[in-house]
């Protein structure tokens, strides 16, 4: 008797924790937010030290790539406040310190 007593308690106990509300997460933002003013000021044929004073160093700088930067964004938990960036994954190519292509997937 007592242990079915036990038991019971235990699972009722147990069950009232799904009424609490969902913990609060942290907005967590890594990367670089790239706005639709800084897409339409970056053009073909700029050089590497202009693009880096517009959209600031890249996210990634592939080593057998040396000539291909990456920005990436990424958002965990985000709310309806949180920043989004409008290019999450912009690939910029250059050639010999030119900038050649233009990939914003």
């Known amino acids: ?3 079915s007593v036990l038991i019971l308690c235990a699972a009722l106990s147990l069950g009232a924790c799904s009424l609490f509300p969902p913990p609060y997460k942290v907005p967590v ?3 670089n937010l790239v706005t639709k003013e800084q897409l339409s000021q970056l053009q073909i044929g700029m050089s590497e030290s202009q693009v880096t004073y517009l959209l600031g160093n890249p996210m990634l700088r592939d080593t057998f790539k040396p000539n ?3 920005y990436l964004y990424t958002t ?3 709310t ?3 920043k989004q960036s409008d290019a999450d994954d912009l690939v910029l190519i250059f050639s010999d ?3 050649t292509q233009i990939k914003n997937n």
């Open 1 to 3: 008797m007592k242990k």
């Open 29 to 31: 933002t890594q990367g």
């Open 68 to 70: 291909e930067w990456h």
């Open 76 to 78: 965990l938990y985000a």
């Open 80 to 82: 309806p406040d949180t």
């Open 97 to 99: 310190g030119v900038l």
